[in-house]
């Protein structure tokens, strides 16, 4: 401890002369009040004030500082902000260390092991107001927020900016996507700190969600390595009535400083009642990538459940009448496009090329029942898609309860529960956002007559009311309380174009699912463009995916999208077939598509293993991994004995030797390979496969693995 505390000083000697050089006019000496360690004593975080009375932390790791003194604070509309001037009036520790059960996740049993220390300051001078900083030291990272107690003299604040920086100590690299307002549909960029320009970002901004990028600032989780032994990813937890954090890059100081979303509508980001915490701001740190895939910080940070009784809420497997719109093989709309006018006022024509027909989803229950898979979505049931898009009509497109003529609802379901299929609805809101919450209780009320329990919603385009952005305080709340209402119906969420994962789940676990990245549509060839390259899923799972699940829609079998009546763009899967397969087990998601069209999966070899790769786990183990090049996973099944391993490469081709040590130690088992050949590769020869068995495994077994370029390769490993 004495050590790290010198330490400091050093390093605050440091601050202070790039202070001067960069002319700032401050030069402030910081102080350390206290400090917590993690459990195993890995992690410091020291509070320290200036003698200014400024308020800042740093975090040593091993003795190594790895956030150097960073000042926090707030500013506020029509009140001075909360900047210095403070003095510490108490401090409070405590040690936490117990055992939580998630009903459906990547694993079941999970350890909430912290030390916590709280630090309560007020200002010296007028207003003397109060403010408490709360750090959580875990293992694997760390987490603080501000926490604004009762006072007489401040109720209510309409915040302009959050000061809380993170002082990074060298030019690190990073993985990142800008901070879009309205979108995460963006590539991943991989450059040093200083090289980041998130106005210059590598995709153009997707045609269907909306694209407001104000400043060179990017989204969390953002992923850093700062050396080969120490890996960071910067997040928040428990997004709950604010505004989603992104963080402006300063190249000069190397720092990061918070930039809330904000809105058009109102002169200030947040508005908030006095009492009130903010959402955790985290940092996962690890010595190895997968240590960051592993870690439960995020989840750990949120609020215990909320929902108590989640015996509706399924996970499963589904196909969908889905990708067949998106490769243009039929249409959402019924009657082709034309203003909502004349649709309401004429008798609709159908165009012949509608997707979502009664006999279509019985198509899609059938092949759902004959081979282990639970549900059905069904895009394009209701009455709004020929002018969804129209910025006339867009405002009221939808009511969620009119199903075309030629979808008989009630008699789809009643074959689906027959089947022993459950329908999964579907609700695009168009961003229409007054107009979804206006018809949530009939909507939902309808899907409870009709016993269903999972929704897919959707917020394509520019929010209405106009004005509000995707991440801000309003649509955070929105999409909260829809996801209480939606409970209050016992219907689970897969929510797509939604606020990006910050652990709700654990509190709600009906926030099965979300998109909130570029997923499969991009490889559609459709109007979407692009595709998202090999090293896109390797980037994924260290980046987007540390926050939550994600609804990515893995399991096309056409790669080459020979099934798109014609392909200006060139379009394609850029993975092998196997690398498609993988993603099962890579990409985790209680809700997980069999995304091709079922004629692509029928009398298919490779199709067994998405017939018996389960979607809720009981652990879940990386075994090795590089940020953007490769990853292995293996889980193991919530209701059987069996593993499951998914394993993926960018485009460079790989051979990884497998340890089986996690197996049981009395158990034999059959393991089912699916993988590339030497041949296989995503471009040339996607589709080349091949499929081998091992018999009696045990854990002292090995597996030798060989992955294409943009390949990968799945295995169930089955008890005898
Ligand atoms: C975008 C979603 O991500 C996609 O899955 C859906 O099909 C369309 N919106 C239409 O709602
Ligand atoms: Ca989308």
Redesign the pocket.
């Known amino acids: 401890m004495k050590k790290s505390i010198v330490n400091i000083f050093r390093i605050s000697v440091i601050t202070c002369i790039i202070f001067v050089l960069s002319n700032l006019p401050l030069c402030a000496a910081f102080k350390v009040v206290d400090n917590i360690n993690s459990p195993n004593k890995n992690i410091v975080i020291n509070f320290l004030i200036s003698d200014k009375g400024e308020m800042a932390y740093n975090v040593i790791y091993k003795n190594i500082t790895i956030i150097d003194i960073s000042t926090l604070g707030f500013l506020f509309k029509d009140m001075p902000p909360i900047a210095e001037n403070l003095k510490v009036i108490g401090k409070e520790k405590a040690h936490f260390n117990n055992n939580w059960e998630m009903p459906i996740g990547e694993r079941q049993n999970i350890k909430n092991n912290y030390n916590k220390m709280t630090i309560f300051l007020m200002e010296e001078n007028e207003p003397g107001r109060k403010i408490n900083v709360v750090f959580r030291a875990y293992n694997d990272g760390i987490g603080f927020r501000y926490s604004i107690p009762k006072q007489s003299n401040l109720t209510e604040v309409h915040i302009l900016e959050e000061n809380t920086t993170f002082k990074l100590t060298g030019d690190h690299e990073v993985w990142w996507i800008p901070a879009d307002w309205d979108s995460y549909e963006h590539l991943y960029n991989h450059t040093k700190f200083s090289e980041i320009d998130a106005l210059q970002y590598k995709d153009n901004p997707t045609q269907?969600a909306a694209s407001y990028i104000p400043e060179n600032a990017v989204e969390t989780p953002v992923t850093m390595k700062i050396n080969n032994n120490l890996y960071l990813s910067f997040h928040e937890a428990a997004l709950v009535d604010y505004s989603s954090m992104t963080l402006k890059i300063n190249k000069d100081n190397l720092s990061m400083k918070s930039f809330l979303v904000g809105t058009d509508r109102r002169d200030y980001k947040v508005n908030k009642t006095v009492p009130f915490n903010t959402p955790w701001r985290s940092i996962q740190i690890s010595e190895t990538p997968g240590g960051l895939v592993e870690s439960n910080l995020i989840l750990n940070l949120n609020e215990p459940q909320k929902i108590k009784d989640v015996s509706w809420i399924m996970p499963m497997k589904y196909v969908g009448i889905?990708w067949m719109?998106?490769i243009g093989l039929s249409t959402?709309d019924y009657a082709g496009t034309q203003d909502m006018e004349t649709f309401l006022s004429t008798t609709p024509t159908p165009t012949g090329k509608h997707g979502a027909t009664t006999e279509n989803a019985k198509k899609y229950i059938d092949f759902a029942s004959a081979n282990n898979i639970k549900g059905v979505l069904v895009?394009g049931w209701n009455v709004g898609w020929e002018y969804w898009r129209n910025e006339k009509d867009r405002e009221h497109s939808f009511d969620f309860v009119t199903p075309y003529p030629d979808y008989d609802l009630e008699e789809v379901v009643r074959y689906a529960k027959s089947r022993g299929v459950e329908i999964i609805m579907?609700h695009?809101t168009s961003s229409s956002v007054e107009n979804y919450e206006k018809h949530q209780d009939e909507a939902y009320g309808l899907m409870k007559s009709l016993d269903l329990h999972s929704v897919?919603s959707?917020y394509?385009g520019p929010i209405i009311p106009r004005g509000e952005y995707h991440h801000g305080q309003y649509m955070v709340n929105h999409y909260v309380n829809t996801a209480k209402k939606a409970a209050n119906y016992k219907i689970a969420m897969d929510v797509?174009?939604p606020i990006k994962p910050t652990g709700l789940r654990r509190t709600y676990p009906n926030l099965m699912s979300a998109?909130g990245a570029r997923?499969q549509?991009f490889n559609s060839g459709g109007s979407l463009g692009g595709g998202n390259p090999p090293d896109h899923i390797t980037t994924l799972v260290y980046t987007r995916l540390l926050a939550g699940p994600m609804d990515f829609?893995p399991g096309i079998f056409d790669i080459k999208l020979t099934s798109r009546k014609s392909n200006p763009n060139n379009g394609r899967v850029p993975t092998t077939l196997a690398g498609q397969l993988s993603l099962y087990v890579v990409l985790y998601s209680p809700v997980q598509m069999a995304a091709d069209l079922v004629e692509n999966y029928e009398g298919h070899p490779a199709f067994q293993f998405i017939r018996d790769v389960p979607v809720n786990w009981e652990e879940t183990k990386v075994l090795n991994g590089e940020i953007g090049k490769y990853i292995t996973i293996a889980r193991k099944d919530r209701n059987s004995d069996n593993w499951f391993i998914g394993s993926k490469t960018n485009e460079e081709p790989r051979n990884f030797t497998i340890k089986l040590d996690f197996l049981d130690p009395i158990k034999r088992y059959t393991a089912t390979i699916y993988e590339d050949t030497d041949n296989s590769d995503w471009q040339d020869n996607p589709t080349d496969y091949n499929i081998r068995k091992v018999r009696n495994l045990t854990r002292r077994s090995q597996l030798n693995l060989h992955l294409a370029p943009g390949g990968g390769a799945a295995i169930s490993i089955m008890k005898q």
Do not use: D, I
């Open positions: 269907l889905w719109m998106h959402w895009e579907h695009e897919k959707g394509v797509h174009e998109e997923g549509e829609t």
